[in-house]
């Protein structure tokens, strides 16, 4: 019976050793998990106030216009600036509009395009400013197959 006793001891030893060893894996497991999740220990942090200042440009120069150019989207300062402005840069840059030259029917065609299919709300009364704005400043320009160079400083080859 002393050697029944001593194998159900030692079984129940080795039950213990396995729920130890299963308790850790799943404590390993979560803390992987964990770190994998957030790698900064954020939720052991304590909560420190982190001011962060962002320079916020003054009312005037938000709209500042130099040299005929608006400076926080480039476009040239005409009439019809502001519409456009508030219009087509709430989607995308103002270079994807300065770098498409096109005339008045593509400008539309664009629009349209706009429209239906990147969710462009009705423009009203603002499309024709938009457009003459974009046909007087923005037209389309011949260049060949390229641009000629302008500005070139050539050096001369060695022999």
């Known amino acids: 019976m002393e050697e029944h006793d001593k194998f159900k001891s030692q079984i129940k030893s080795i039950y213990r050793l396995l729920a130890t060893l299963m308790v850790l894996f799943g404590i390993t497991a979560l803390a992987i998990v964990y770190l994998v999740s957030d790698p900064t220990l954020s939720f052991f942090k304590k909560d420190t106030a982190v001011e962060e200042y962002t320079e916020v440009p003054a009312e005037d120069d938000f709209d500042k216009i130099e040299n005929g150019i608006h400076l926080r989207t480039g476009f040239k300062d005409a009439e ?80």
């Open 80 to 159: 019809g600036l502001m519409t456009v402005v508030n219009n087509c840069t709430n989607c995308h840059s103002a270079q994807l509009v300065i770098q498409n030259r096109m005339n008045e029917e593509r400008w539309k065609a664009t629009i349209r395009w706009m429209q239906e299919t990147q969710n462009l709300w009705d423009l009203g009364k603002n499309e024709e400013i938009i457009v003459n704005y974009l046909v007087t400043n923005y037209p389309p320009q011949k260049k060949g197959r390229r641009e000629i160079l302008q500005n070139i400083s050539w050096y001369e080859l060695k022999d």
